[in-house]
């Protein structure tokens, strides 16, 4: 996967383009002397269904053949794959099944299901949630004859999702901007390896760096040891979609030849992004969605790079509360 060709990234991004949105990027001078560089935010909280996810799970759907369209799908969730991938199988005709942990938010259940997939809750007790998720959704893919699918460890997902990147790099161009480095969530990391197999390819000097909560930085972790590390315990995070306990196989095969580093954000800068992110751009995201932004407002690079660009992933939270934690 790590030697994928840039070819096979663009033929990813020329499926999705009837069907995703071109999200914008967004530039503030008020964040730009908060950062302490000039910082280009791409706002895949405005794509379908609230985040980027909807690029990988339409692209993963497209490449099913006939008898797995037939069967239908399964996958595990906490909330935006669960969101994007049941749009996706609306779209072309394939049922949905995703199992969603018992306490992800209930808006994002609300919206799976509304997007018209089935949605079966899981109970993980003191197990990380997403690897008893995914146990259970081994179980229905068996139990139903149906495909399972992984919302992050996937070569296809991260093809899908590259497209992010190449979108950014191509708008970037178009004003003048060469980044000198580019800021990505990661949960499991099928983001920040698309978009560092995109970025770099398209500009080899530009640095790639992967932001996660902090207690959940095994992305970080990884990159450092040079081996996969895991997550143990269930550490506190109000970002409930980066809570992978491991980066994926595919995805720190990709990350450990073209991501630079790893950086992780506490909490209290989360809800700092998310606020400055709400005056400043006028957008909503959730805590998940504002990593990147946070570990540049805390100047997590030092020296600040003179140009960044930042990934804003996803906008999913209930206004309440959005409201509550950004009071």
């Given at each position: 996967?790590?030697?994928?060709?840039?070819?096979?990234?663009r033929q990813a991004?020329?499926?999705?383009?009837?069907?995703?949105?071109?999200?914008?990027?967004?530039?503030?001078?008020?964040?730009?002397?908060?950062?302490?560089?000039?910082?280009l935010l791409k706002?895949?909280?405005?794509?379908?269904?609230?985040?980027?996810?909807?690029?990988?799970?339409?692209?993963?759907?497209?490449?099913?053949?006939?008898?797995?369209?037939?069967?239908?799908?399964?996958?595990?969730?906490?909330?935006?794959?669960?969101?994007?991938?049941?749009?996706?199988?609306?779209?072309?005709?394939?049922?949905?099944?995703?199992?969603?942990?018992?306490?992800?938010?209930?808006?994002?259940?609300?919206?799976?299901?509304?997007?018209?997939?089935?949605?079966?809750?899981?109970?993980?007790?003191?197990?990380?949630?997403?690897?008893?998720?995914?146990?259970?959704?081994?179980?229905l893919a068996q139990?139903?004859?149906?495909?399972?699918?992984?919302?992050?460890?996937?070569?296809?997902?991260?093809?899908?999702?590259?497209?992010?990147?190449?979108?950014?790099?191509?708008?970037?161009?178009?004003?003048?901007?060469?980044?000198?480095?580019?800021?990505?969530?990661?949960?499991?990391?099928?983001?920040?390896?698309?978009?560092?197999?995109?970025?770099?390819?398209?500009?080899?000097?530009?640095?790639?760096?992967?932001?996660?909560?902090?207690?959940?930085?095994?992305?970080?972790?990884?990159?450092?040891?040079?081996?996969?590390?895991?997550?143990?315990?269930?550490?506190?995070?109000?970002?409930?979609?980066?809570?992978?306990?491991?980066?994926?196989?595919?995805?720190?095969?990709?990350?450990?030849?073209?991501?630079?580093?790893?950086?992780?954000?506490?909490?209290?800068?989360?809800?700092?992004?998310?606020?400055?992110?709400?005056?400043?751009?006028?957008?909503?995201?959730?805590?998940?969605?504002?990593?990147?932004?946070?570990?540049?407002?805390?100047?997590?690079?030092?020296?600040?790079?003179?140009?960044?660009?930042?990934?804003?992933?996803?906008?999913?939270?209930?206004?309440?509360?959005?409201?509550?934690?950004?009071?």
């Amino acid at each position: 996967m790590a030697g994928v060709a840039f070819e096979t990234l663009r033929q990813a991004a020329e499926i999705l383009r009837p069907v995703v949105v071109e999200t914008p990027i967004l530039e503030s001078p008020v964040l730009n002397e908060l950062c302490g560089a000039r910082v280009l935010l791409k706002a895949e909280s405005l794509q379908r269904t609230g985040s980027f996810k909807f690029r990988g799970a339409y692209y993963r759907i497209a490449r099913l053949d006939a008898e797995e369209r037939a069967r239908g799908v399964v996958a595990f969730s906490s909330g935006n794959f669960a969101q994007g991938l049941a749009a996706a199988g609306a779209l072309a005709g394939v049922k949905v099944t995703i199992v969603m942990p018992e306490d992800a938010p209930r808006a994002k259940m609300e919206a799976t299901r509304r997007y018209g997939a089935d949605v079966v809750l899981s109970r993980h007790g003191t197990r990380n949630r997403e690897e008893a998720a995914n146990e259970l959704a081994a179980g229905l893919a068996q139990e139903r004859g149906m495909t399972k699918l992984h919302p992050f460890d996937d070569p296809l997902i991260v093809a899908g999702q590259a497209s992010v990147g190449l979108e950014f790099m191509r708008q970037a161009a178009q004003i003048g901007v060469a980044f000198d480095a580019v800021m990505s969530p990661v949960g499991g990391g099928g983001l920040v390896a698309g978009v560092a197999l995109a970025v770099r390819q398209m500009s080899p000097k530009t640095r790639v760096y992967g932001v996660e909560p902090e207690g959940y930085d095994d992305m970080a972790r990884s990159l450092a040891t040079g081996a996969r590390q895991r997550v143990e315990g269930q550490p506190r995070s109000v970002c409930d979609a980066l809570q992978a306990a491991m980066p994926g196989v595919v995805t720190f095969d990709v990350a450990r030849e073209f991501v630079s580093g790893g950086l992780s954000v506490s909490d209290d800068e989360v809800l700092v992004a998310m606020d400055r992110a709400f005056h400043h751009l006028k957008l909503v995201l959730e805590p998940s969605g504002a990593v990147a932004l946070a570990a540049a407002l805390a100047h997590k690079l030092a020296p600040a790079p003179a140009t960044l660009g930042v990934i804003l992933s996803g906008g999913n939270i209930a206004i309440e509360d959005f409201r509550r934690l950004t009071a």
